[in-house]
C-alpha cells in the first residue's frame, strides 16, 4: 500500500515536476529541469540571484540538458544522483533527479 508521501512524489514524477534533494540541488540550472516550460521562471521581472544568466540561456541559447521521463524495468534500485548509463559500455547518458520504485505496486 502506497502512502500518501508515494502517492505525490509518483504523480509528480509522472507529470514532470522535478523534484531536487540536498545531493542534486547545486547539479541542474532551472533550464535543465524544465522550471521555464512550468513557468516557474519569471523573465519579465524581478531581480535574482543568476539572473542574467538564466534570462541568456532563455533568449540567445539552445539548452543542452533537458529533465525527460524514463521508465526502467529491472531489480536494481536508482537513487537521486546516480548516473544513468546505458549499453554494456556503460555509457553515462545522464543523472537520476528522482525515482520511483514500482514494486511498491505489487
Not at 26 to 36: C, R
Not at 39 to 63: P, T, V, W
Request: charge should be positive; include cysteine; charged fraction near 25%.
Amino acid at each position: 500500500v502506497l502512502k500518501k508521501k508515494d502517492h505525490w512524489e509518483l504523480f509528480d514524477l509522472l507529470s514532470g515536476i522535478p523534484r531536487l534533494y540536498e545531493n542534486t540541488i547545486e547539479s541542474f540550472l532551472p533550464h535543465h529541469v524544465n522550471l521555464d516550460k512550468w513557468e516557474g521562471i519569471g523573465f519579465n521581472k524581478g531581480c535574482y540571484l543568476g539572473q542574467e544568466i538564466i534570462a541568456r540561456m532563455h533568449y540567445k541559447s539552445d539548452i543542452k540538458k533537458r529533465l525527460g521521463l524514463l521508465v526502467v524495468f529491472n531489480k536494481s534500485c536508482k537513487k537521486p544522483g546516480d548516473e544513468l548509463k546505458i549499453g554494456h559500455s556503460g555509457e553515462v547518458v545522464g543523472e537520476i533527479i528522482m525515482a520511483h520504485s514500482c514494486h511498491s505496486f505489487n
